[in-house]
């Protein structure tokens, strides 16, 4: 089976490698000191991956658990369909116990077992070769999306514009290009004059580690700022836009973002700066009304208390960790997607967006 991480068009960081029944991620715990690749195997390793943030952000812990669904099937000694359908559904379970807010790791599960399930005629030989091919698209479709979005929030940036980014919605974040970043990325493409503040996101300092890097690395200009700098900056008029990713948004336009987003968002409102999600319609959960149904995910206190092994807070310290929050729509200008940019009218317009990319 050939390997499908080139996409010589987009940007050269692809955080998801698969070739020949090895599944790689890159190590984003470790970013930015060290870039170190794991080699996975067995999916139940990949599910943990996924648990522990070796890869996260919501595009890429689809890829991933994709990809990790085909390692268990291929590992199937099972014969016959009815088996190998109950083996693929309690392999689905495990990597969907991992991170509940993502709404693409369901998408994506959903995905590769709808392709067995329409299928129970074919001997379980090709259902395996099947998922292959089914894992290696979605990652593949992935960079062709996070372009095609691009290209649509690239038209809503002036031609010099100073982005403030929120948390890591890049090519790390995704199988390649991004989708906030992505729209960064483009926007530079199409010559405009693009630099990016970027919030280092507390606790787990995605921005920090992670959108710092990968600007860096792409020669875009960013410079870093704690979260709390954000309200300052945008009252000194040193932000034009703000443009972040989502992990999950309800049918209304209510978006799931990393914690902290809704801040920023309240912040944007108030001194009248655009506030855009870039998200694929795989990110769209039409069955949740709004965002008051979407569940957050509530991480290891250890995260807030600690960075590494360091200690920052007394010991036995009452913690809250969630790691999301809801931006309500009224405070977006606009939903950045692959099929379009909906404004105003999320209801219709995501609607017809998720009833296009279907
Ligand atoms: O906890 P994380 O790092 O998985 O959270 C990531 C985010 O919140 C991203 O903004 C979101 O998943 C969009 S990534 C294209």
């Known amino acids: 089976m050939a390997n499908c991480n080139l996409y010589p068009q987009s940007c050269g960081i692809q955080p998801i490698r698969y070739a020949d029944g090895v599944l790689s991620l890159l190590d984003q715990r470790?970013?930015?000191?060290?870039?170190?690749?794991?080699?996975?195997?067995?999916?139940?390793?990949?599910?943990?991956?996924?648990?522990?943030?070796?890869?996260?952000?919501?595009?890429?812990?689809?890829?991933?658990?994709?990809?990790?669904?085909?390692?268990?099937?291929?590992?199937?000694?099972?014969?016959?369909?009815?088996?190998?359908?109950?083996?693929?559904?309690?392999?689905?379970?495990?990597l969907g116990a991992t991170r509940p807010t993502a709404v693409n790791l369901f998408w994506a599960l959903e995905r590769v077992k709808s392709l067995v399930r329409a299928n129970p005629e074919q001997p379980v030989t090709n259902l395996k070769i099947a998922l292959e091919y089914e894992a290696m698209a979605i990652a593949e479709q992935d960079v062709r999306i996070n372009m095609a979005m691009g290209r649509h929030g690239a038209q809503l940036l002036p031609q010099t514009v100073r982005v403030l980014t929120h948390c890591n919605a890049g090519a790390l974040a995704t199988a390649g290009y991004g989708t906030a970043l992505g729209v960064v990325r483009a926007a530079v493409a199409a010559g405009k004059q693009v630099s990016v503040l970027a919030d280092e996101t507390r606790p787990f300092l995605q921005g920090a580690r992670l959108t710092a890097w990968e600007l860096q690395r792409d020669g875009i200009p960013v410079t870093l700022i704690c979260d709390n700098m954000a309200g300052a900056l945008m009252a000194q008029g040193e932000i034009d836009a703000v443009i972040v990713g989502a992990d999950r948004i309800a049918a209304n336009g209510d978006t799931a973002n990393k914690i902290g987003t809704y801040t920023v968002a309240v912040l944007a409102h108030e001194h009248n700066i655009p506030f855009y999600v870039a998200a694929p319609t795989s990110t769209v959960d039409l069955s949740l009304t709004d965002g008051s149904q979407i569940p957050i995910e509530q991480r290891d206190p250890?995260?807030?208390?600690?960075?590494?092994?360091?200690?920052?807070?007394?010991?036995?310290?009452?913690v809250r960790n969630p790691a999301f929050d809801v931006t309500p729509a009224r405070l977006i200008t606009a939903i950045i997607t692959e099929q379009g940019v909906a404004r105003g009218n999320y209801l219709d317009d995501l609607a017809d967006f998720v009833g296009r990319a279907s």
């Not at 390692?71 to 379970?93: H, M, P, R, V, Y």
């Not at 250890?302 to 807070?313: F, K, N, P, S, Y």
Request: with cysteine.
């Open 30 to 94: 470790r970013l930015p000191v060290e870039e170190i690749w794991l080699d996975y195997t067995d999916y139940r390793e990949v599910a943990e991956a996924i648990r522990s943030m070796v890869v996260r952000g919501a595009p890429a812990i689809g890829v991933t658990a994709a990809y990790g669904a085909l390692l268990g099937a291929k590992a199937s000694s099972a014969t016959d369909f009815e088996t190998f359908w109950d083996e693929l559904n309690q392999i689905c379970d495990l």
């Open 302 to 318: 250890r995260e807030v208390t600690h960075t590494g092994d360091i200690q920052l807070a007394p010991q036995g310290i009452e």
